[in-house]
């Protein structure tokens, strides 16, 4: 599970590049009850969603020649210009080279075999976010992929994350967990890309609890975003459904199912 006991490998920040933050401020403040706070004039634009006065996500605008809305995650790194140079070696690429965030940490971009994007933080004076696994935080991530197994091998290579398989009726689900942790610290899956249309991007999905999947579904299309599936029950797990801010960015929400003694 997600905490913010920050391990190499686990995922310890995100944040979203949106066309139109006041726009986002909106759709996210009405949908989780985040309230947007920028982080100074010296961040060029860079703020925090905050939930009860705590970081759940950063955000900002972006432009086109950035890329289309997105959600970032990222994940924790004693070294980010190792991961660097890892991400390099395992035929990943380096898409923004690390850089120092002030005093806060160093950031980089990196992209998988398939070119998916994904964040590495190595933290300075900020260990990450400031809640996460609560109502309205993050509390799982899913790497979306047509080839689960080169996109183990790769992150395997480059953050140390390690995999099982999980049972269900039937098929199977692909668990990450960071170096040495165990089931204990699963934190996300791999998924094979579905056949459906809405669901052909390779990329990494964000899952945000909630505590009531069927009313947030309802709730995003009546603040100008859409769902993508619909409010599905996972045995064993809770009741989710993919969903899409008003500007394009993907996310999912998750109720999960009480745990059993």
Known sequence: MLTTRFVTGAPNWLDVGTSDLDGATSFYGGLFGWRFRSAGPEAGGYGFFELDGRIVAGGM?????????????????????????????????VLVRPMDVMDQGTMAILADRAGVPFGIWQPGQRAGLDVVGETGALCWVELHTADIAAAAAYYRS????????????????????????????????????????????????????????????????????????????????????????????????????????
């Open 61 to 93: 605008r972006t432009t086109e020649d950035q890329g289309p809305p997105s959600w970032t995650v990222y994940f924790q790194a004693p070294d980010a210009g190792a991961a660097a140079s890892a991400s390099e070696q395992a035929r990943g690429g």
């Open 158 to 261: 480059v953050l140390g994350l390690e995999t099982s398989a999980v049972s269900f009726p039937g098929g199977s689900y692909t668990c990450v967990n960071p170096a040495g942790e165990g089931e204990d610290a699963m934190f996300g899956g791999v998924v094979p890309l579905a056949e459906d249309p809405a669901d052909t991007d390779a990329g990494w999905l964000p899952y945000f609890a909630v505590t009531d999947t069927d009313a947030v579904a309802v709730r995003t299309t009546e603040l100008g975003g859409t769902v993508r599936m619909p409010a599905t029950t996972i045995e064993g797990v809770g009741r989710i459904a993919y969903l899409t801010d008003p500007y394009s960015a993907r996310f999912a929400v998750l109720t999960p199912m009480p745990r059993q003694a």
